[in-house]
Every structure is written in C-alpha cells, then in structure tokens.
C-alpha cells in the first residue's frame, strides 16, 4: 500500500525559513506527480504546490509564487517544499499527496490517491 509520511514542519518566525520532506513508498515513484496541500483551523484544503513524475514541470498557488519551491528526489522516494520569507497566514498544516493515477498532474484534491497525516507549520508574527 501507498504511504506518504511527512516531515520538517515547526515554529518559525515571520521571514523565516522551513523545508518540507515527504518520503513516499508502496508505488513508484518516478511514475507520479506529488502535491502539497494545506489546511488552516477554519478554512479548506488548498492546493500549494505540485510537480511532474520527472520534475520538469512545477505549478504553484499564486501566494506562495516566488517564495515557496517544490522539488523531489526519486532516487530517496522524496518530494521537498522549500519555504522562504514566510508569513503568518502561511500557518497551516501541510500535507502530501499524490495523484491516483500515473503521469498525470493535477492541483484537484479529488484527483490525489493518497495522502500524508501532515506536519503543522506554525509562523508568528
């Protein structure tokens, strides 16, 4: 079975900076696109960010644009989401996801397969 376990969330300080990791197992990897969502108390999922099975393709949400990176790393069944000058309204719990079928990209919830528990982002003011 699918799993995708994150990790690297934490406290940070308005500016600051955090790295995501999000090791997945049960499928191979390099045949799927991974996402990040993100989920604030009160608010729905959102989309963050995803990219290719590859890694050639990178699509973002407009406020995170300039200032979050996605990566991954196949070789270590890995897909990272760099965080610089990070805001209070970037606190949230993140998760990762992975689209139910293979070599296709897509910043729709119901399109993932499988998701992570998440890790909490916290940003103070």
């Known amino acids: 079975q699918v799993q995708l376990v994150e990790s690297g969330g934490g406290l940070v300080q308005a500016g600051g900076s955090l790295r995501l990791s999000c090791t997945a197992s049960g499928r191979t990897f390099s045949d799927y696109a991974m996402d990040w969502f993100r989920q604030a108390p009160g608010k729905e999922r959102e989309f963050v960010a995803a990219?290719?099975?590859?890694?050639?393709?990178?699509s973002y949400t407009d406020s995170v644009k300039g200032r979050f990176t996605i990566s991954r790393e196949n070789a270590k069944n890995t897909v990272y989401l760099q965080m610089n000058s990070l805001k209070p309204e970037d606190t949230a719990v993140y998760y990762c996801?992975?689209?139910?079928?293979?070599?296709?990209?897509?910043?729709?919830?119901?399109?993932?397969?499988?998701w992570g528990k998440g890790t909490l982002v916290t940003v103070s003011s």
């Open positions: 990219i290719s099975w590859i890694g050639d393709y990178t």
């Open positions: 996801a992975t689209t139910r079928a293979a070599r296709v990209i897509s910043a729709a919830p119901g399109t993932m397969g499988y």
